[in-house]
């Protein structure tokens, strides 16, 4: 049973950075692709990023040289590390999993579990 649990959001000036974790309290996440979404308020989640159960990542154009996915499997820990980070930043970030798909998958409802979502603030 997937269990997903963030941490690490916050407030953070303008230029910082911030890592988030996901922890699969089911133990289970090296089965599983680690997307990472975001959602301003009034508007729809949006694709930030993706590792691969083999570790290759996929990346949201404006997400490139700024953010950073990666995975622990022995911790069963996947994480998003944001730096340069500007105050359009600010959302609720959120991890999911995906265990097969065919492509990419950039849509929420391509993904089967999430967590609970964590608030980044960047501050101008």
């Known amino acids: 049973q997937v269990q997903l649990l963030q941490s690490g959001g916050g407030l953070v000036q303008a230029g910082g950075s911030l890592k988030l974790s996901c922890v699969d309290a089911?133990?289970?996440?090296?089965?599983?692709?680690v997307g990472w979404f975001r959602q301003a308020p009034g508007k729809g989640r949006e694709f930030v990023g993706l590792v691969w159960s083999g570790g290759s990542t996929s990346y949201a154009d404006f997400a490139k040289g700024r953010f950073y996915v990666s995975r622990d499997n022995a911790k069963n820990t996947g994480y998003l590390q944001m730096n340069s980070l500007k105050p359009e930043d600010t959302a609720v970030y959120y991890c999911?999993?995906?265990?097969?798909?065919?492509?990419?998958?950039?849509?929420?409802?391509?993904?089967?579990?999430w967590g609970q979502g964590t608030q980044v603030t960047v501050s101008s």
């Open positions: 999911a999993v995906v265990s097969t798909f065919q492509g990419i998958p950039l849509l929420p409802g391509d993904y089967e579990y």
């Open positions: 089911g133990r289970t996440l090296s089965s599983y692709a």
